[in-house]
């Protein structure tokens, strides 16, 4: 007797997906095969709007953020940047909408101050997926599913938040991702080092080699320098917002960043042979963590 796999239980009926960028528009895919899922979305680019109008599994489709906030939705997801969404959070509170939010953002302190001055429902969510490219025309289910998915609860919102949070928990769970639970604040702090200082060194390495090399210094680059600056290729004013809005900790570890350059400085300056090698493969020790 064949056997039939059943349809997930879904913790969540219809989908406002506002801001169809690569995150956004990932999201949107990822969620289109469950049945009885109704997904609808929002975007001020027209052309944008166009392609995802041509998608008919997509409810609705607007570049209208009124209309947007005027539909029935279980579940708001915000994938704009940073600071439209903090915008967005503010019209939703004005307007007292009745359905919990949650958002994309790899900033969480002020996105989670927002949601909270505004009255809203709200959880806010990160996945750990991206590439060095923008727009819906590059966004794709399988960059997010089984992604590393955090979730960062603020128990300044009470006993709502504790049950969106389990809701989001089994909503992404139906992607296969890893779901981890962390505050607003610890988020920030280990992104800052793991996520948008990584962003600043491949654009600092990129720009010294522009600087001492000049545009032709690229016609001799290999996979190592492509490799090493893919980061660097990115969409700069989204880096901007995040590096302004999660200053306080980012502006430290650009300060660890150079004190360990300038170690490096020092070793190679002064022909320091094994000192650097000591140097160097306790860092390979730690970077190859990641390969296991």
Partial sequence: MPKFKLPPRLPFRSLGVAG??????????????????????????PETIREASRIKRLARATRDPEEFLSWPLDLCYLCLPVRRNIELIGVMGEKKVPYPVTDSGSTKGPVTEAALAA???FCGGHPIAGREVAGFRHSSADLVRGCLFLLTPDPRFGDRQRELLGRLKNFHQLLDCRVRVVSPSDHDRVYSLISHLPYI????????????????ILDWAGTGFRDTTRLGASPPQKWVEVAVENSANLAGNIGDLIEVLGRFQDLVAGRKEAELAAFLEDIAAFRRILAK
């Fill in 201 to 216: 060194a491949a654009s600092a390495l990129a720009g010294t080699a522009r600087l001492k090399g000049g545009p032709d």
């Fill in 20 to 45: 169809l960028g690569l995150i956004g528009g990932s999201l949107a895919k990822a969620f289109m095969p469950f049945g009885g899922l109704d997904i609808s979305v929002f975007d001020s680019d």
């Fill in 119 to 121: 009255g809203l429902n």
